[in-house]
């Protein structure tokens, strides 16, 4: 991200930008300033803008090879298309000698690096993966944003928003603008605050559901697989995120026992280093044989499911049944 920024500082464009990775957010700030750097604004004559599957790489190579209309250089953003996992081919052999005059910009979120097209991109430009950011990331984005409106929020509050959001910018910037027009004469934001207006993401209830499943609360457990489906969430995707979280539970148990710090447990995981505590807290409801046993008996009702022996919502309620009503060895 750094050498885009020195790139667009010193008007020093390359002839392919390749911007892949799973945070979409700082992929579009990125693509919209190298667009605003090469063009300036409303430069409809010498930009390009493709999306999905529907392009042809003809069409846009004798783009590229036109000169450009009363401006130094020329701009085609192909976004999401798949071209750097499959069908590249034509392309990265225009990149061997791309026209000087013409910057490709390729977003993506996935991609192959070892494909033709990445590398001839990366060696006619400049490839940045733009990943998850990490929690001191996050937190000091948020922070800055909230200064510039004169806000301030403590460090548990903003625990609470981000376990409430997770790590998409996107989700976070939305999110955050709902809390700042909710605490409009507010100078600081609180944790009721956050609690009244941002969304409760779908691992919320998962988390919730577990911590109930674990203190065998039956009720409560069976409550939140109710409003899960409320918020139309199927019962086999329901399944797969408890068997998914149980796997996590095991998992940060094991690595615990090996004596793994909290980033180290974070990065082999894959999960945000600031949920790790709370994984941990959860951890401690279990014995490593009863999660084992979970784990195998989701993998029972996902057969069940799948064979036509029960219908999933039957499946997963039974499922819950078990895990709060039964001993788990």
Known sequence: M???????NNRSFRNAYV?????????????????SAVLGEGDAMNFWHVQGKDYSIPQLIDFAETMPFFAERRVIVMEGTGVLKSGGEELANYFTQPCETTTWILVESDCDKRSKLFKAADKAGLCVEFGVQDEATLKKWILGMLKKEGKQITGQTLECFLEKTGTD????????????????????????????VCITRITSHIFDMVDAIGVR????????????????????RILFLIGRHMNILLQIKDLKKRG???????????????????????????????????LERCIQADEAIKTGTLQDKMSVELLIFELTTEPVK
């Open 19 to 35: 911007l892949y990775g799973q945070e979409a957010y700082l992929q579009k700030q990125y693509r919209d300033k190298l667009v």
């Open 169 to 196: 910018m996107n989700i976070i910037r939305l999110e955050l603008e709902k809390l700042l027009c909710y605490t409009l004469d507010k100078p600081v934001i609180e944790r009721d605050d956050v609690e009244a």
């Open 217 to 236: 609360d039956q009720t409560k457990a069976l409550a939140l697989y109710n409003e899960l489906q409320a918020l139309r969430e199927p019962p086999i």
């Open 2 to 8: 750094k050498r885009i920024l020195e790139d667009i």
């Open 260 to 294: 793994a710090d909290n980033k180290t447990m974070a990065g082999k995981i894959g999960v945000p280093p600031f949920a790790v505590n709370k994984y941990l807290k959860q951890a401690g409801l279990y014995k490593t044989s009863q999660l084992k046993c979970a």
